[in-house]
């Protein structure tokens, strides 16, 4: 592995030690809601001036890009993994400031409502994309075609390596949050089945035992699916 990005920084924790390498691409704590998901690393704020201040140290502290917490989290109770954090308009100051100082933004965005409101504010990138709503988790054609149209990074959420035990309260509160192995895996076939509509799309890792299967990004790769897709 070459280079890695690390998008849960604990109050600036990677930023102030890492080595001085491209290779660790590195946001420090993800601006998040009072309470929001991962409210716990230090990154909450509220309003369009807050949202702004906290860029602007993000800057100051060397960040490579700006993480924004558009919706709740599976691993932070309370919050809904089907509703926005942000307003509109912190959303926008979040990018507008970020990308004055020339930094990219990526969204945690698994619900469908945070996605479209992401890519309304001008995200550069998208993490999980889950499109999670009150009634299940779906991309629709409308979402794919405004996801492609815009050429934001998408880091899907694959679901969980055959070769990884995924502890059972994980897979709790994964259900709790509407979301499931099954769901994950059709959500990536009906991304699969479109695959001529190109979405720039990668795979993350979220460091709680849950590991996101490579065999899934080597067969949206493969010939079989056209070759269209590329991980980045």
């Not at 309370?78 to 970020?98: K, N, P, R, S, Y």
């Not at 698994?110 to 990138?125: E, K």
């Not at 993490?127 to 991309?139: R, W």
């Not at 499931?180 to 190109?198: D, E, F, M």
Request: hydrophobic letters at 45%; glycine letters at 10%; aromatic letters at 4%.
């Amino acid at each position: 592995m070459a280079t890695v990005r690390d998008l849960g920084d604990l109050r600036g924790v990677v930023l102030s030690r890492r080595p001085k390498s491209p290779n660790v691409v590195a946001s420090g704590a993800p601006l998040t809601t009072p309470g929001g998901h991962c409210w716990s690393l230090g990154g909450e704020v509220r309003g369009p001036e807050d949202v702004r201040r906290m860029v602007r140290e993000r800057v100051a502290q060397g960040a490579d890009v700006v993480k924004v917490m558009a919706s709740g989290g599976v691993f932070t109770p309370g919050t809904d993994t089907a509703g926005t954090q942000f307003t509109d308009e912190e959303l926008a100051a979040a990018v507008d400031e970020a990308h004055a100082h020339g930094l990219p933004v990526t969204a945690h965005a698994h619900a469908h409502a945070a996605i479209w409101q992401a890519l309304r504010a001008g995200v550069d990138g998208i993490e999980h994309c889950t499109s999670v709503t009150a009634s299940g988790a779906y991309v629709d054609d409308e979402l794919a075609e405004a996801l492609a149209a815009s050429g934001v990074a998408v880091c899907l959420t694959l679901g969980s390596d055959p070769a990884v035990v995924v502890p059972p309260e994980v897979i709790a509160m994964a259900a709790r949050a509407g979301l499931s192995q099954a769901i994950l895996q059709q959500g990536v076939a009906r991304l699969r089945r479109a695959a001529y509509t190109i979405v720039r799309v990668g795979s993350g890792l979220v460091l709680t035992r849950m590991c996101w299967s490579w065999r899934v990004i080597r067969s949206l790769t493969s010939p079989r699916c056209g070759g269209r897709w590329r991980c980045i």
